[in-house]
């Protein structure tokens, strides 16, 4: 089944440790269908929501075949391509599209492409060997840490595999400019600013591939529809519910996003641990009082927030 990767919602979710680090399959293999059911477009693991630099390879392979197994079909399933040099990026993307990955989204390689200037055709290339190799629509990861230079996009666009940009730069103004430059181009331009999700659908953006879908999938999806419909004010209604809580997950220091989001996801009864992976910190009490506080103003603990929203609680109820 072909899906459409440039729009709507991609939801990046955790991924869930026991308390000894290891993966939690049985909870992975739930929170994943869970997710599934909120009717996102697709679902990105080994991302950095989910940890995917702290994963084995092995372990990668192993998510993405249990995840495929999880939707069922009901969503399209993307893993992040995380590797220092273009030999390996591009082995470790066949393989991953091997395991099931319907699509990849390929992380900058590090340190190689802090450095400035950066030469478009270095990224091109880059880009170019995995899309080679892998056979699957490509979506390119512009990050706060890797700021691609003026001329990037159209020079991806001359790759048909790459049909989508993730503009994670948590910049407004960068995010105009990266709409601006893909306009003439058939690159989409996805937001993964997880701090003014909805502001970047309504510049421009065509949709979100963004790791606070993790939690409120469905409220999410459904603040796209109303956004994409011109319904701007009810699209508003749900970001100022849920937004509060994404500018909680997301501040500084933005490291500490991934045990806020999971601390979130214990709340709601999702996950049953908030285990990260050494070095990362666990979260702080101070944290913790404040997404406590969120969750009582806004009554995140309704089952409309939950990833697949009402529908997905029954089922649960009946477990």
């Known amino acids: 089944m072909a899906f459409d990767l440039t729009q709507g919602v991609i939801a990046a979710p955790v991924t869930p440790f026991n308390p000894d680090e290891s993966v939690d399959w049985a909870t992975l293999d739930r929170y994943m269908a869970e997710v599934a059911a909120g009717g996102p477009q697709g679902i990105a693991m080994n991302m950095a929501a989910s940890e995917g630099g702290s994963l084995t390879i092995d372990e990668q392979l192993d998510v993405i075949r249990r995840t495929k197994k999880a939707v069922g079909g ?43 200037p950066l030469p478009v055709d270095v990224v091109v290339d880059f880009h170019k060997a995995i899309a080679d190799a892998a056979g699957v629509p490509i979506i390119a990861f512009h990050t706060p840490f890797v700021d691609y230079p003026h001329g990037t996009i159209k020079g991806l666009a001359k790759l048909k595999s790459v049909v989508a940009l993730k503009d994670a730069a948590f910049n407004v103004d960068r995010t105009v400019e990266i ?4 306009e003439d181009t058939h690159i989409k331009i996805l937001t993964g600013n997880d701090t003014f999700i909805l502001e970047a659908m309504l510049m421009g953006c065509s949709g979100a591939l ?11 999806v459904e603040m796209h529809n109303l956004a994409k419909a011109g319904k701007i004010t009810e699209a508003y209604q749900i970001w100022n519910a849920i937004g509060p809580l994404a500018r909680i997950c997301w501040r500084a220091p933005l490291r500490d996003y991934r045990v806020r989001m999971k601390y979130a996801l214990v709340r709601q009864g999702v996950i049953p641990h908030a285990t ?15 997404l406590d506080r969120c969750f009582d103003r806004f009554g995140l603990d309704a089952p409309a927030y939950l990833p697949a929203g009402r529908k997905f609680q029954r089922s649960r109820a009946a477990e």
């Open 210 to 220: 963004i790791g606070f879908a993790g939690t409120a999938t469905a409220k999410i």
């Open 276 to 290: 990260a992976r050494l070095p990362q910190p666990a979260i702080t009490d101070q944290d913790k009082a404040d």
């Open 74 to 116: 009901a969503c399209a399933v993307l893993s992040g391509v995380v590797a220092a040099s273009t030999t390996k990026a591009a082995e470790l993307g066949k393989r991953l599209v091997d395991a099931g990955a319907d699509g990849l989204v390929i992380f900058p390689p590090l340190p190689t492409f802090i450095s400035k």
């Open 179 to 182: 709409v601006e430059e893909a």
